[in-house]
């Protein structure tokens, strides 16, 4: 069964610290990984997007990093900001167009002053 | 260039009753896809329209139709509401080729009483 996992489900830190989120999966045939951030009320934003030949994609302070051995990926956010507080959600793409999306069910981030 | 708009914003409706919600998507995109997001379920994928055609779903009932227009605006339709049927509607659209991102708009909030 394709399935996607993230951890921590929460988590808390205070700005200018550095956090990483865990996600892994089980898809197939893999197509692609995205990391979107969606802050509370609004539609996800896309911040990385990596296939399976690419191991590490940054934007900004958020890095991405994927193993498509192990089925993992990661996203890094470097000196955080109160702004980074939203949800993380990891999506896998299956199929032979990327077509079949898999959610994760988020990270949410908290940053305190 | 405009991001993808989604109207209403806010929709409160009866049991029983029937809905539509509307999308239009980032000029040029092709492909419209239509997501659920619930706090217990997160987000959850309904199905996709390419070029008017349906091309993929999701496992959602029969009361989830859709449809997409020759500009590549798509509507939603909900039959016969269902208490459970509150969510947040999320459209995304994309140029729909493998390795291209997804940008989804801000949301339909859906509440049925």
């Known amino acids: 069964k394709n399935q996607v996992e993230q951890s921590p489900q929460s988590l808390i830190i205070l700005e200018g610290k550095n956090c990483t989120l865990q996600?892994?999966?089980?898809?197939?045939?893999?197509?692609?990984l995205r990391w979107y951030k969606q802050d509370t009320g609004r539609g996800p934003v896309s911040l990385t997007i990596m296939t399976f030949s690419e191991n590490t994609k940054s934007n900004g302070r958020y890095t991405a990093t994927l193993d498509a051995d192990t089925k993992q990926s990661s996203l890094h956010i470097t000196a955080s900001q109160l702004s980074d507080s939203a949800s993380y959600i990891c999506?896998?793409?299956?199929?032979?167009?990327?077509?079949?999306?898999?959610f994760g069910p988020g990270t949410r981030l908290s940053v305190l002053p | 260039k405009a991001g993808v708009t989604q109207t209403p914003r806010y929709l409160i409706k009866t049991r029983g009753q029937q809905v539509t919600l509307s999308c239009s998507p980032i000029s040029g995109h092709r492909s419209v896809s239509w997501y659920q997001q619930t706090p217990g379920q997160g987000l959850q994928f309904l199905f996709e329209?390419?070029?008017?055609?349906?091309?993929n779903k999701g496992n959602f009932p029969g009361r989830f139709s859709g449809r997409q227009f020759s500009n590549s605006r798509s509507e939603m339709n909900v039959s016969t509401l269902e208490l459970g049927d509150s969510a947040l509607y999320l459209c995304a659209s994309s140029l729909g080729r493998v390795g291209y991102g997804y940008t989804f708009g801000s949301g339909t909030r859906l509440t049925v009483v």
């Open positions: 999506v896998v793409s299956a199929g032979n167009y990327g077509q079949n999306f898999v």
């Open positions: 996600c892994n999966y089980t898809v197939s045939p893999f197509s692609n």
């Open positions: 329209y390419f070029s008017e055609t349906q091309r």
